[in-house]
């Protein structure tokens, strides 16, 4: 078994050409300083014999496992490593399978005909087979002795291709959990740093001294908060302390970075355990400043409890391997800044349309400072905000045009959410649910039966004496 339904699932966070992709991340991730060798513990080994742990060959996929055989064929030390291991130690189906060895990256291309080297300042082999790759990373070191390949241009690290040990490797992971090493020749686990006992107790527990390896990569907080939601795992209370204290530095993150991080917390299938999460260790208002403020000023807890249910949504069409969209996602998590900004506006007595205009790009224009949100999801993001209003439309021709609005689906997906923080659309829901079903003859005809009767369209028959509408984006409970 290799969890294809769930690699096709995670396309969105598939490997990208130039290697920025979810394996090694951090060989590459935009700025993070050098280790200090200080902040690491001495590796000791603990190997775990075959007849010990659960791995077994076949739940390894297929290329993962012909890359291992082909690198120990030509005398190289081969292990697949990292999220892998721990997933298969778990009976989870890891999503991709990365392998470390001892052999260069140009070694690993003499090797595999299918193979291309990626990345200047970390080199790494991908090793391509049709759909799958296998990321083949060399053991990297902490320490620059000068025989390795390291060069600094304006005090930044342009190539950094020092390669080590095993040992070497393994402590410069970030969880314990994450740095075992499952070798192909004896079939054994590879324990540097504790982590067989970790996963066995279930614990998140960073690899030398928390503060200092925050400090070094602050997106190691987020990491700690999605693998806990993603394993069911808690965090070790050294490793999770500073984490409050230390949350700000996110701020200092690559902003795209932290957007692939934010589909990986939230499209993951764990959604509603990561936003717990981020809430608990303090990281939502690094993340997302405006929806924490507003969720702290919504005394009621309604923006709360629709969020958390949309959430709930997502894990379900997850678990269903039904598709998820960044756009709706963001709708979601920055609705409560949306609506803020708006009540804001309209207080200072900004007429309607301008000012849900005006809040939708003053809350994507700060937020993506934070997070890049590309403009293929922030665009239709805003138009599911924008929609909201016209669905108190029950003009014959507004609501024709509304239905066959591109974002109409979605916009009223969204609206059918909101009900969880106020009733006060639920007329609106049911006329949009009953309009879906109906035959354009049907609703075309009952629009304009109620027009003429002055009545609420209602089509399931029942007259209703139609309310003053105003158009609205979000109500004054919301
Ligand atoms: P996932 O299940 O999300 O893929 P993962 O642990 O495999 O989790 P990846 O981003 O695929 O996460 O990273 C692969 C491995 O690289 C990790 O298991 C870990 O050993 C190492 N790693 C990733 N990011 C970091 C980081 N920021 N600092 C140190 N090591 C990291
Ligand atoms: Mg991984």
Redesign the pocket.
């Known amino acids: 078994m290799c969890g294809c339904s769930q690699r096709r699932r995670a396309s969105i966070f598939t490997r990208q050409p130039d290697g920025n992709g979810?394996?090694?991340?951090?060989f590459q991730?935009h700025g993070i300083t050098p280790i200090d060798p200080q902040a690491l513990p001495q590796p000791v080994l603990r190997s775990v014999p075959r007849d010990q742990h659960p791995i077994s060959r076949k739940d390894i996929s297929p290329n993962a496992l012909r890359v291992l055989y082909r690198l120990r064929e030509a005398g190289f030390g081969a292990y697949l490593?990292?999220?892998?291991v721990?997933?298969l130690l778990l009976g989870m189906h890891?999503?991709?399978f990365?392998v470390a060895t001892d052999a260069t990256p140009e070694q690993v291309k003499q090797l595999f005909r299918n193979c291309r080297l990626i990345g200047r300042r970390f080199r790494l082999a991908h090793v391509v087979y049709g759909r799958e790759i296998i990321e083949v990373a060399t053991f990297r070191a902490n320490v620059d002795d000068g025989s390795g390949d390291r060069e600094v241009e304006d005090g930044r690290l342009v190539r950094d291709n020092v390669y080590g040990t095993i040992e070497d490797d393994a402590v410069?992971?970030?969880f314990t959990c994450?740095?075992l090493y499952y070798a192909i020749e004896d079939f054994s686990v590879r324990d540097y740093t504790g982590g067989y006992e970790d996963v066995l107790a279930r614990k998140m527990r960073l690899i030398g001294d928390p503060e200092t390896r925050y400090r070094e990569?602050p997106?190691?907080m987020l990491?700690a908060v999605?693998?806990a939601a993603?394993l069911g795992f808690s965090i070790d209370p050294p490793t999770a302390e500073p984490i409050p204290r230390l949350a700000g530095l996110l701020a200092e993150a690559a902003p795209a970075r932290l957007f692939e991080e934010m589909l990986?917390l939230f499209l993951s299938g764990h959604a509603v355990a990561s936003f717990e999460g981020l809430e608990r260790h303090g990281l939502l208002g690094a993340l997302m400043p405006e929806t924490a403020a507003a969720l702290r000023s919504n005394r009621s807890g309604a923006l709360r409890r629709m969020v958390l249910k949309g959430l709930a949504g997502t894990d379900a069409r997850v678990a269903a391997d039904e598709p998820v969209s960044p756009a709706f996602l963001f709708a979601l998590l920055l609705w409560p800044a949306y609506c803020r900004a708006l009540a804001g506006l309209q207080a200072q007595g900004m007429p309607v349309e301008e000012a849900q205009r005006r809040a939708a790009d003053r809350v994507t224009l700060h937020q993506v400072q934070t997070i890049a949100l590309p403009k293929r999801f922030s665009l239709p993001m805003q138009e599911i905000w924008l929609l909201q209003s016209r669905f108190s439309t029950r003009q014959r021709k507004r609501v024709f045009r509304l239905l066959a609005h591109p974002r109409f689906r979605a916009a009223y997906d969204f609206l059918a959410l909101r009900l969880a923080a106020s009733d006060s659309h639920a007329a609106d829901v049911e006329f949009w649910r009953e309009a879906q079903q109906s035959s354009g003859d049907a609703l075309a005809a009952s629009l304009d039966a109620s027009a003429a009767s002055g009545e609420d369209a209602d089509l399931d028959g029942a007259p209703r004496r139609r309310r003053r509408r105003r158009r609205r984006g979000a109500t004054a409970s919301e």
């Open positions: 979810p394996g090694e991340i951090f991730a490593v990292g999220g892998a721990r997933d890891p999503k991709d990365d410069r992971r970030d994450n740095a990569d997106v190691r990491r999605r693998l993603k990986k």
